[in-house]
């Protein structure tokens, strides 16, 4: 009896153990599908993949992207570039077009650039296009959209033309708003039910009776447009409303890509903000990749604000020595102010210092304050 009683309590929980771990099993299921489901299938969308590093000239050795014709795309790894100034939407890479559309002198030179995505797309399903879009310092001309094409075989021109298609998109945030900032990245996208088999995406102007819209004064020296892209996505939707480009003054929202430049023009002097995303590992001060996009908003604020300098402010919890949490907050401070610094803001612009747990703004009783108390903060200061 003994023994059986054993062998039912060691069954059972071998039975405990298969239902748990068949749960898990479902959960992790359930989560994979969901992460498969929302990928980006365009590679290298961000533009930050290269064998080599330079600025401003072609295409040259930019990882799974090519020009479409005999043109000339920009790849812009600086925020000086042959249209002008502006930094990377996120990262420090992203791609400068041109597109002449002279109706008039029927002279029509359009860059196109193209990826072979990482699938194909199935038939009748719904999926998001969308990517970041900035109009250059040097052109007085715009456009209302740009244009987009996906297709099962390549599209490409051996000429330096446009290039002609029966069916293509449009990537447009507002119906009547014109693609004129140069200042901020523009949000644009579109949604579309696919054919199925499409595996290149080209990007450029396929529209042959286009207008170029002059929104600025002045003598033209070219009948031009010239356009910044950033962080191209491609993801498919259950929900084609969750593809809204909705403009919004000076900042624009891609519903389905939540990464929008986080505004800062209404802080105050000495007020101290704190920068979310900023990572760490534990006890450790090396930036981790995914902070890129937070410091960048950082330093597009000061790139645009030249008369204000800048305090980091480290922050730890109260665990541990608190001479070690000092060490420990300066140097991540300090860690923020270099990464400034390289991507180009003058040193003397920038002060940091740590101040370990002795400024909390939560409870260090609790976890969840703890995690708070983390943090990297900043504060303007006037000249």
Not at 68 to 84: K, R
Not at 188 to 201: H, N, R, W
Request: contains cysteine; hydrophobic residues 35%; positive net charge.
């Amino acid at each position: 009896m003994l023994i059986r009683k054993i062998e039912g309590i060691y069954l059972g929980g071998i039975m405990d153990s298969i239902k748990n771990s068949a749960s898990l099993f479902l959960v992790f299921l359930y989560v994979f599908l969901k992460a498969v489901h929302c990928q980006n299938i365009v590679p290298n969308g961000d533009f930050e993949t290269h064998n080599h590093f330079f600025s401003f000239r072609t295409l040259g050795d930019l990882s799974k992207w090519e020009k479409a014709n005999l043109t000339t795309p920009d790849y812009c790894t600086s925020a000086q570039n042959i249209g002008g100034t502006q930094s990377a939407h996120s990262g420090s890479a992203y791609i400068g077009i041109v597109l002449s559309l002279d109706t008039i002198t029927k002279y029509k030179y359009v860059e196109y650039i193209r990826v072979k995505l990482l699938k194909r797309l199935l038939a009748n399903k719904n999926y998001c296009l969308s990517m970041y879009l900035s109009r250059s310092d040097n052109e007085l001309f715009a456009v209302a959209s740009l244009n987009y094409k996906l297709s099962a075989k390549k599209l490409i021109s051996k000429k330096q033309v446009f290039i002609m298609a029966d069916e293509y998109g449009s990537l447009q945030y507002s119906k009547d708003t014109i693609l004129r900032d140069k200042k901020n990245w523009m949000a644009v996208c579109s949604k579309f039910s696919a054919i199925g088999d499409e595996i290149y995406l080209t990007i450029g102007y396929f529209n042959p009776d286009t207008k170029l819209i002059k929104v600025e004064k002045g003598r033209a020296k070219f009948y031009s447009a010239y356009y910044y892209i950033d962080d191209v996505s491609l993801i498919e939707v259950t929900d084609t409303n969750t593809c809204d480009c909705t403009y919004k003054g000076k900042q624009q929202v891609v519903a389905a890509k939540s990464d929008s430049i986080r505004n800062f023009d209404n802080i105050e002097i000495n007020e101290p903000i704190i920068l979310n995303n900023i990572y760490f590992r534990v006890n450790e001060w090396d930036i981790l990749p995914q902070s890129e996009k937070a410091i960048t908003e950082i330093f597009i604020y000061l790139k645009k604000h030249s008369d204000y300098f800048i305090e980091i402010l480290g922050h730890t919890d109260n665990s541990g020595n608190e001479k070690t949490n000092i060490t420990l907050s300066e140097n991540r401070a300090q860690a923020v102010t270099k990464y400034l610094i390289l991507k180009g803001i003058e040193p003397t612009r920038i002060q940091y210092k740590g101040y370990g747990s002795s400024m909390p703004v939560a409870d260090n009783s609790t976890e969840e304050g703890r995690t708070k108390n983390r943090r990297v903060e900043f504060k303007l200061l006037k000249k």
